[in-house]
């Protein structure tokens, strides 16, 4: 057996702590870019889809203005709004979905701890869209709704 001198100075001493640290360091950036850009992606996908539904309301005031004067109301109106701006997120999402079951398999490296297939993350996302798309078309929808008919109708 050797034994040490326990008069020599120690160099490089570091906690446990530092050295876990210091190695998860990068996977921890990366995670940290991940979810930014996943954010910036959400909150432009968000602004996209409230810039699509916000410009084809305005195209159909005068439909949406004929509608209420002839005694739609406007829950009816919010919901028709609501409906037509869904239905396209919704075949979006099956298909991205679907995409993304058939790509898993390129992500499985990417992933620590988590299936590729985990059910409870296409449920999660699949939520959060469904969510951040229904906001979107929920706000120019509800200024549809506050159309005054006669306002609308007196403008052509």
Do not use: H
Request: glycine share 8%; proline share 5%; aromatic share 6%.
């Amino acid at each position: 057996m050797k034994l040490i001198d326990p008069t020599l100075p120690v160099a490089n001493f570091r906690t446990i702590e530092v050295l876990v640290s210091n190695a998860l360091a990068k996977p921890r950036f990366s995670s940290f870019l991940m979810g930014l850009f996943a954010i910036l992606a959400l909150l432009l996908t968000m602004v996209g889809l409230y810039g699509v539904v916000a410009y084809t309301v305005s195209q159909r005031m005068r439909e949406l203005g004929i509608r209420l004067a002839l005694g739609a109301r406007r829950w009816g109106v919010v919901r028709l709004v609501v409906v037509q701006g869904m239905r396209p997120a919704l075949a979006g999402l099956v298909i991205g979905v679907a995409g993304a079951l058939g790509l898993t398999r390129l992500l499985a490296a990417q992933l620590f701890e988590i299936r590729p297939t985990d059910p409870a993350t296409f449920i999660g996302v699949s939520l959060v869209i469904l969510t951040v798309t229904l906001l979107a078309c929920w706000l120019p929808a509800r200024r549809a709704a506050r159309l005054d008919p006669m306002v609308v109708l007196r403008q052509d």
